[in-house]
């Protein structure tokens, strides 16, 4: 089975501390992504990497920035967490080429509350 | 820009009958769709998915129906059940990204009553 592993379930932080969230895949994936949940507004991508050190902008990449220095590891990063990115955060990952089925598995998602 | 789009926030069916969920989109380029179920404090969870090279796919009591001339598919669920109550994402992706992004809906939430 794919393992999708987000360290920290629930988080609280106040408003200007810096926030990472960690993310792991056991299963060699090429791709690994960053969404967020918001009710109304359904899964919005943040970034996503399709390789070690590389890196590309979603949707709403403003305030965010990520992190993949080994394959397996995937970081979101808020450098200055704010009140509107109170948020259900999903990591997930998939792997590369149309031939995978383009299935994405996600994670189990981190709940952040910045106060 | 919501490419993907799903226009019904929640429906309620009995259970045993057909839940049909709807979805459509904008960008002609999505070539490849998907369907997830997401349980409340749970990660989303893949149900079935339909390349654009089919009108339908079918697991179990899951069918999945592509309209490409009216940028429209579907999710049918038959019969069911009340374990089935959750929200359901609609996605899709294209080759002109490489397949890498997979953009998502906005979600509709099912309940199936006993």
């Known amino acids: 089975d794919v393992k999708v592993t987000q360290s920290s379930r629930y988080l609280v932080k106040r408003t200007g501390e810096k926030v990472f969230l960690e993310c792991v895949q056991d299963?060699?994936?090429?791709?690994m992504f960053w969404y967020r949940q918001d009710p109304g507004l359904g899964l919005r991508l943040i970034y996503f990497s399709y390789d070690v050190k590389m890196k590309e902008k979603g949707d709403i990449p403003e305030g965010y920035s990520v992190s993949r220095e080994k394959k397996e590891r995937f970081s979101l990063i808020l450098e200055s967490a704010s009140t509107n990115q109170t948020s259900m955060y999903l990591c997930?990952?998939?792997?590369?080429?149309?031939?995978?089925?383009?299935?994405?598995?996600f994670g189990e998602g981190s709940w952040l509350t910045v106060v | 820009d919501q490419q993907v789009k799903q226009n019904s926030p929640s429906l309620s069916v009995q259970e045993g009958r057909i839940s049909i969920l709807n979805c459509d989109y904008t960008?002609?380029?999505?070539?490849?769709f998907l369907w997830y179920k997401k349980y409340p404090a749970e990660g989303p969870t893949f149900l079935i998915s339909i390349s654009s090279i089919k009108d339908k796919n079918e697991d179990g009591r899951f069918t999945v129906f592509l309209n490409k001339s009216a940028k429209h598919l579907s999710l049918h669920i038959v019969p069911s059940q009340p374990g089935d109550s959750a929200v359901y994402f609609c996605a899709a992706s294209g080759a002109s990204g490489g397949y890498q992004k997979v953009t998502f809906g906005t979600g509709t939430k099912l309940q199936v009553i006993p």
């Open positions: 997930a990952s998939r792997p590369a080429g149309p031939s995978s089925g383009n299935t994405i598995y």
């Open positions: 960008n002609s380029m999505f070539d490849y």
């Open positions: 299963m060699d994936h090429e791709n």
